[in-house]
């Protein structure tokens, strides 16, 4: 199975900028749509963003003009460039296959976002 390895989160400021990595394993990643997700305490995961492989891109309305997803398929890796942060941005963030049937999901990376 494909493994899902997240990194780049961290605790930033109301307004700052975090661009999240996804390392997928694997020589199949160009084939598959991706999308970052996201997963706060008590609250269901949702997908805040999904690529396909034609880079046809969709993001939640929560997100929108503040995330950009981008995708290199040569380096097996997803990006999520966050700018304008809030705190109701605060999760962690998980990558994976946008499509059935999902991959394993990793560990995630947490964003925190506060004063």
């Known amino acids: 199975q494909v493994q899902l390895v997240e990194s780049g989160g961290g605790l930033v400021q109301p307004g700052g900028s975090l661009r999240l990595s996804c390392a997928a394993s694997g020589s199949i990643f160009r084939n598959y749509p991706m999308g970052w997700y996201r997963q706060a305490p008590g609250k269901e995961r949702e997908l805040v963003a999904a690529i396909t492989s034609g880079l046809t891109t969709y993001y939640a309305s929560s997100v929108r003009g503040r995330f950009t997803i981008s995708r290199d398929n040569a380096k097996s890796t997803l990006y999520l460039q966050m700018n304008s942060l809030k705190p109701e941005d605060t999760a962690v963030y998980y990558c994976?296959?946008?499509?059935?049937?999902?991959?394993?999901w990793g560990q995630g990376t947490q964003v925190t976002v506060s004063s």
């Open positions: 994976n296959r946008q499509s059935v049937p999902s991959w394993d």
